[in-house]
């Protein structure tokens, strides 16, 4: 795996994206923005599977002014989304947002944009310059890859940020379709210093989208390259904070909670593991701590395949043995496995 690219740091409310910082997990509501209870009750969700940043659209003058109500009753960093009306990026500055994603696709005047950044500015909030391919500005060059001209339109946006002596930025160039998205974030990775959002857009329903994020973002992860992530499914953006932990913790980037090890199953399993390893991973949701679980099918295989699980059960037919790092600590009856191997869990 590739050292982390050395990006600047910025700050977003009380989070730092960027400068070796660890990689933030970020999501979006779902909610309509207008609707002040229901956004803080979502955000207040995402706090409790512990979201680090939460994006909120604001599509009217009505969202933009719900922004402070919102606030006042959430702790997250709320960074305000942007698109074609540049006064409400005024307006969610005005309101206290934390941060401020502008789409250069469709707010295209640079004048409208220098009022943005000017107020900003002032304030010390962070801009993302988040492109998308589905709403690029007209390219130089139509010839260019979809990619490239991903790049040339967040570096057009970048130049104007700098030369208004505004540095507080973060880029991302997102496209659904995934060797796209990836070659654009290779490319801006070396021409800028700044911190990178890295996601899949419009990735689809869970059981879809999950992969086709995974492969983008843990791609782009391994080569050194993202300082926040966003999974973007379609469903309730918990499942999003999940998966962004689930793939940070699969490259070793973060701790989040129990991992838990389960075998396929095959045709050695005299038990059913399928049920015991759903059962588990349900337990395992109440668990905070970082743990290694254990759940195998075999007690000849198991324990060995799943020596450096803290904590693990190889199950026999009627019997399980219980195991910490591969030995083994005990046997437990098939009425007790569940209950045995979480009491050991706790324990740990
Ligand atoms: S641990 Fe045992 S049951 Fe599970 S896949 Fe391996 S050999 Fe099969």
């Not at 391919?133 to 139509?142: F, R």
């Amino acid at each position: 795996m590739n050292p982390r690219r050395v990006s600047k740091p910025i700050k977003i409310g009380q989070v730092t994206v960027g400068g070796g910082a660890p990689i933030v997990v970020q999501s979006m509501t779902k909610t309509d923005t207008r609707d002040v209870r229901s956004t803080i009750n979502q955000i207040k969700e995402l706090e409790d599977c512990d979201c680090e940043l939460v994006r909120l659209a604001v599509p009217d003058t009505q969202a933009a002014q719900a922004i402070q109500a919102i606030k006042r009753g959430v702790s997250l960093p709320i960074i305000a989304d942007i698109h074609f009306d540049y006064r409400l990026a005024l307006m969610a500055l005005d309101a206290g947002v934390d941060g401020l994603r502008l789409n250069p696709g469709n707010i295209r005047e640079s004048e409208k944009v220098k009022a943005v950044v000017q107020a900003a500015k002032g304030r010390g909030i962070p801009i993302r310059i988040g492109v998308n391919a589905g709403s690029l500005p007209k390219p130089a060059d139509p010839e260019l890859s979809i990619a490239r001209q991903m790049v040339e339109a967040a570096l057009k946006q970048i130049k104007l940020l700098e030369s208004l002596d505004f540095d507080l930025i973060k880029v991302s160039l997102k496209a659904f379709d995934v060797p796209t998205t990836i070659a654009a974030y290779q490319d801006i990775a070396q021409k800028i210093p700044y911190p990178l959002h890295i996601g899949i857009t419009e990735a689809g329903t869970p059981k879809r989208g999950i992969i086709r994020s995974a492969v983008g973002i843990g791609n782009l992860l391994y080569q050194g390259i993202g300082d926040t992530i966003r999974v973007s499914l379609t469903a309730h953006p918990r499942e999003e904070v999940i998966a962004g932990y689930e793939i940070l913790k699969s490259l070793n980037l973060r701790q989040h909670g129990p991992i838990l090890v389960s075998c396929p199953t095959c045709g050695r399993a005299e038990v059913d593991i399928v049920k015991l390893a759903e059962a588990v991973e349900e337990e395992l949701l109440k668990i905070n701590r970082p743990i290694k679980v254990a759940v195998m099918g075999c007690v000849v295989n198991g324990p060995g395949e799943a020596k450096d699980a803290d904590v693990g059960i190889a199950c026999g037919k009627g019997k399980a043995i219980l195991f910490k790092k591969g030995e083994k600590i005990g046997v437990v009856e098939e009425k007790d496995f569940l209950s045995v191997l979480m009491a050991e869990v706790e324990k740990f």
